[in-house]
C-alpha cells in the first residue's frame, strides 16, 4: 500500500502573497517594460538559477534604464510584488508537520529572499524562517529551475522518497505538469494554505490505497 511521506510547498501565492503586476507597474514608473526585458534577453531565468549575481542583476536593469535610478529604487521596484504572509499559515504548517514532513521548492532569488527573512523577522518575529520546513529548496541555491524534471528529481534523490510517496502544490500549470511528468502527485491552486488542503490530501491518499 502506498503511503505519502512528504509535502513539497511552493513558495509565491501557496506561502506568501504576491502580485506581479505590481512589480511590473513600478519599473514602468522607472521607465522600462520587464516584459520586453524577458523577451529580449534570459535574465530572469538566469537569476533564478543563480547563474548571475545580484549585482550583475542589478546592473543589467539600470543599463536598461540608462542610469535613471540607483540600485535601491531598483531593489525596492523588484520586490513590490511581495506582499505578506498570514500568520495562519504558520500555523498551518506546522500542523501539516505532523503528519508529514514538509519541504519548500521555489523558483525565487536572493533579492527576493531576503526580503521575505526582513518581512518575517519584523511581522512574524516568533517564526524561523529555516525551522519552518523540513528542508528548503530555493532554484538559485541548486542552480534547477521549475518547470525542468531536473530539479523534482533532485528534490526526490536529497529527501530521498520515490516520487509516489510525494504531494507537490504550486500555483503555476507549467510547474504542476513538469512533477506530474516525474511521478509526483500534484495539487495545483490559486489559493493559500489552510484547512481546505486537508480534503485535498485525504482524496490523494484515498487514491493511492484503492489503487
Not at 523588484?78 to 498570514?86: E, H, R, S
Request: glycine residues 4%; hydrophobic residues 40%.
Amino acid at each position: 500500500m502506498k503511503k505519502i511521506k512528504a509535502v513539497i510547498l511552493d513558495l509565491g501565492v501557496v506561502i506568501i502573497n504576491i502580485d506581479q503586476e505590481k512589480t511590473l507597474r513600478a519599473f514602468e514608473r522607472l521607465g522600462i517594460d520587464l516584459e520586453d526585458i524577458n523577451e529580449s534577453m534570459p535574465i530572469f531565468k538566469q537569476y533564478e538559477k543563480g547563474e548571475i549575481s545580484d549585482e550583475d542583476f542589478i546592473l543589467t536593469l539600470k543599463n536598461a534604464l540608462k542610469g535613471q535610478a540607483n540600485d535601491e529604487q531598483i531593489i525596492k521596484a523588484w520586490n513590490a510584488m511581495i506582499l505578506d504572509i498570514p500568520s495562519n499559515r504558520f500555523r498551518f504548517i506546522e500542523e501539516l508537520r505532523n503528519h508529514y514532513n514538509v519541504y519548500l521548492l521555489s523558483n525565487t532569488n536572493s533579492i527576493h529572499i531576503e526580503e521575505i527573512k526582513d518581512y518575517i523577522n519584523k511581522y512574524h518575529p516568533n517564526e524561523v524562517w529555516q525551522n519552518t520546513f523540513d528542508k528548503i529548496f530555493l532554484s538559485y541555491e541548486i542552480g534547477l529551475r521549475k518547470p525542468d524534471a531536473s530539479i523534482y528529481e533532485h528534490v526526490l534523490r536529497e529527501i530521498n522518497l520515490k516520487a509516489d510517496e510525494t504531494i507537490f502544490i504550486d500555483d503555476s500549470r507549467a510547474n504542476i505538469k513538469g512533477a506530474e511528468k516525474t511521478g509526483i502527485n500534484c495539487i495545483w491552486t490559486q489559493k493559500g494554505i489552510d484547512n481546505w488542503l486537508w480534503d485535498e490530501l485525504k482524496k490523494i491518499d484515498v487514491e493511492l490505497h484503492l489503487g
